[in-house]
């Protein structure tokens, strides 16, 4: 008898789920806005157009860079860490880098490229970083985890990039 009600709850779910998705003259949602595809991108030049000075927070990458010459914050580091070549642990300071910040992010692949082997990979760190800490992720929270904020579509050749340039 379980087996039954069971089995007749699933069917009678799976019929109303079908029902509900192919009703006749349903309109489809309106497209979600993605910027830069088709919304506004407040954030065209990616890293360097989040990264910047703000009245209640200096979030640019230079200033952060000076103060992880020093010590870097423990859940940074964690997140850092993770993306760690197997076998290779960080020291939990960055060496100084003046001549990267030139040219955010071409200049951290120098040493974060894919082949890594003494640093993390820039990929994997960014995306550990950014989408890590749940409501204490900027990111997620101010940004709302939007992809195209650091990904452009070029639309004539359907490749995706990230640019690069120097801070403001």
């Keep these: 008898m379980t087996v039954r009600l069971a089995v007749s709850s699933v069917v009678l779910l799976l019929a ?10 349903a309109a489809p949602p309106p ?9 506004d991108d407040a954030f065209p030049n990616a890293c360097v157009s989040c990264h910047v000075q703000l009245p209640e ?9 000076a103060g ?18 197997k076998g290779v642990t960080l020291k939990g300071k960055h060496p100084p880098v003046k001549s990267a910040l030139a040219d955010i992010p071409a200049g951290c692949m120098k040493c ?7 640093a993390p990979y820039f990929g994997r760190m960014l995306h550990s970083i950014h989408f890590g800490g749940g409501e204490e992720s900027h990111f997620l929270t101010m940004f709302q985890g939007e992809c195209t904020h650091c990904h452009k579509l070029d639309r004539s050749t359907g490749e995706w990039s990230v640019p690069s340039g120097r801070e403001k």
């Design 16 to 25: 109303v789920l079908g029902t509900a998705a192919a009703q006749p003259g």
């Design 31 to 39: 497209a979600r806005k993605i910027p830069g595809i088709n919304a």
């Design 57 to 65: 927070l200096d979030a640019r990458l230079s200033t952060a860079m």
């Design 68 to 85: 992880w010459t020093e010590k870097v914050d423990p859940r940074l580091l964690a997140a850092a860490q993770a993306a760690m070549p």
């Design 112 to 118: 974060h490229g894919r082949g890594a082997k003494n």
